[in-house]
């Protein structure tokens, strides 16, 4: 159980296009989905956290106009790149966490995809 | 921001030796956590930990959650081929988004 899809698993697009990346969870219902950028060789950054039904909460420094979440249910988040730039080729993660308020276990923590590779031409 | 400082950064071992790696930070945590990623993938949770002083095991691994809420360690026991990767510890407060360590990166001479 707890298994994150994401799609596509690699992406190379023309400068100024725009790119969407898809996060589901196949086997569970999650409230909250977040996303990461992970630059190699270092560690994954949190760009947003995405609720179901409502906006996202964009971290400090990430533009919520070049970066547009959409968690339209509670198993698919979608993350869209907006004109694009190479300085946005990098590896975006989602995550996906269901599970219960107050419930504090290893079956109710981030679950994550496995990444999309993305490259701006 | 929260601010994990995860040592060492890397390590090169021989197969079948034991692994220790860890991560500090000057604010207090309800969670530790340790993830692993390989290649190309998506980060694994290996093991979490909710009460300081907290031991757990999994398998070959063990990790710590630190008296002071502060800290946790990471150890691998005879270490094999396939432990190869990037280590990550991650923290939170309450159900927010995970700060991570920046990584240990781990290689295995057979």
């Known amino acids: 159980g707890a298994v994150v899809s994401q799609h596509p698993s690699w992406v190379i697009c023309k400068s100024g296009t725009s790119v969407k990346i898809e996060c589901r969870s196949l086997?569970?219902?999650?409230?909250?989905m977040f996303w990461y950028r992970q630059f190699p060789k270092q560690s994954l950054m949190l760009m947003a956290t995405?609720?179901?039904?409502?906006?996202?909460?964009?971290e400090q420094g990430v533009e919520k106009d070049k970066f547009l979440i959409n968690h339209a249910s509670l198993t698919l988040s979608t993350l869209t790149v907006t004109s694009a730039h190479p300085e946005d080729s990098s590896f975006y993660i989602c995550?996906?966490?269901?599970?219960?308020?107050?419930?504090?276990?290893?079956?109710?923590?981030?679950?994550f995809g496995p990444g999309t590779r993305l490259t701006v031409l | 921001g929260q601010q994990l400082n995860q040592s060492p950064q890397s390590m090169f071992i021989q197969e079948g030796e034991d692994v220790s790696m860890n991560c500090t930070s000057s604010?207090?945590?309800?969670?530790w956590l340790w993830y692993k990623q390989d290649p190309g993938e998506g980060p694994v949770l290996l093991i979490a930990?909710?009460?300081?002083?907290e031991l757990t095991s999994n398998g070959r691994l063990t990790a710590q959650f630190g008296i002071t809420r502060k800290d946790s360690f990471l150890n691998i026991s005879a270490s094999i081929p396939s432990d190869v990767g990037i280590y990550f510890c991650?923290?939170?407060?309450?159900?927010?988004?995970?700060?991570f360590g920046s990584g240990t990166r781990l290689q295995v001479q057979p």
């Open positions: 995405s609720n179901e039904g409502s906006k996202a909460t964009y």
């Open positions: 991650g923290t939170r407060t309450g159900r927010r988004a995970l700060t």
């Open positions: 995550s996906a966490r269901g599970g219960l308020a107050g419930v504090e276990d290893a079956y109710n923590e981030q679950f």
């Open positions: 086997d569970f219902q999650a409230t909250t």
């Open positions: 604010s207090i945590f309800n969670t």
């Open positions: 930990l909710y009460k300081a002083g």
